[in-house]
C-alpha cells in the first residue's frame, strides 16, 4: 500500500452560520459545528483510505472564539496519521470578518475514524508521509495521543509508551 501525505487527504468545508444554527444570544451552537467538523473529517479519511470510514472518537475539541450569526465559516480537515486502521484527522475551524476579509481561527479539533469494510470490519490503511514542518509535528504528536489512550484505557502499559516516555523525560 502507497504512502500518502496530509495534502492528498485535505478538505476544506465552507458555510454560512445560518439563524436556526445559533443560540439565543446569537452564535453558533457548539453541536452544529462538531457536526460540520465530523462531515469535513469523514471526507479527509475517506479521501486518505478510499474505503468507508466511521467515527471513532472525538479526541480533542476547542472552542476558542464564538461565531457569530452571519458569519463565514471554513472547516480545514486533513490526516495527521494512520495508524492500522484507524486515521486521526486534524481540523482547524477558521472564521471570515464581514468586512475586511482576514481570516481568524476560532477553534480546532482532532477526531478519530477508522476505516471499514462493506460489513463494518476494520481494514488497513495507507501510512501517512508528512511533509511540512506542521504536518510532522502533528504526526508525532499523534502517536503520544494514540499512546496516552491507549494507557488510560489500560491497553498499553505505562513503560510500553517509547513517545510518552521519551516526553516526560526530557
Known amino acids: ?6 495534502k492528498d487527504s485535505r478538505t476544506v468545508i465552507t458555510d454560512l452560520v445560518l439563524p436556526s444554527e445559533t443560540n ?10 462538531l457536526a460540520r467538523m465530523d462531515r469535513a473529517a469523514s471526507i479527509a479519511a475517506r479521501r ?9 472518537s472525538v479526541n480533542h475539541v476547542a472552542f476558542n472564539k464564538m461565531i ?5 465559516v471554513t472547516v480545514e480537515a486533513q490526516v495527521s496519521r494512520s ?6 484527522v486534524f481540523m482547524d475551524v477558521w472564521i471570515e470578518d464581514r468586512e475586511s476579509g482576514l481570516r481568524s481561527k476560532a477553534n480546532e479539533a482532532i477526531y478519530t ?3 471499514v469494510d462493506e460489513m463494518g ?8 508521509n508528512p511533509e511540512t514542518p506542521l504536518e510532522k509535528e502533528r504526526f508525532a504528536a499523534a502517536l503520544r495521543r494514540k499512546q496516552l489512550s491507549l494507557v488510560l484505557a489500560g491497553k498499553m502499559k505505562p513503560s510500553e509508551a ?3 516516555k521519551a516526553l516526560f523525560n526530557s
Do not use: Y
Open 1 to 6: 500500500m502507497d504512502a500518502k501525505t496530509p
Open 24 to 33: 439565543p444570544i446569537g452564535n453558533m451552537f457548539g453541536g452544529e459545528l
Open 48 to 56: 486518505h483510505s478510499r474505503r468507508i470510514v466511521v467515527t471513532a
Open 68 to 72: 457569530p450569526l452571519g458569519s463565514v
Open 83 to 88: 495508524f492500522k486502521s484507524s486515521m486521526e
Open 113 to 115: 475514524f477508522v476505516a
Open 121 to 128: 470490519t476494520p481494514v488497513p490503511v495507507p501510512p501517512l
Open 162 to 164: 517509547t513517545e510518552l
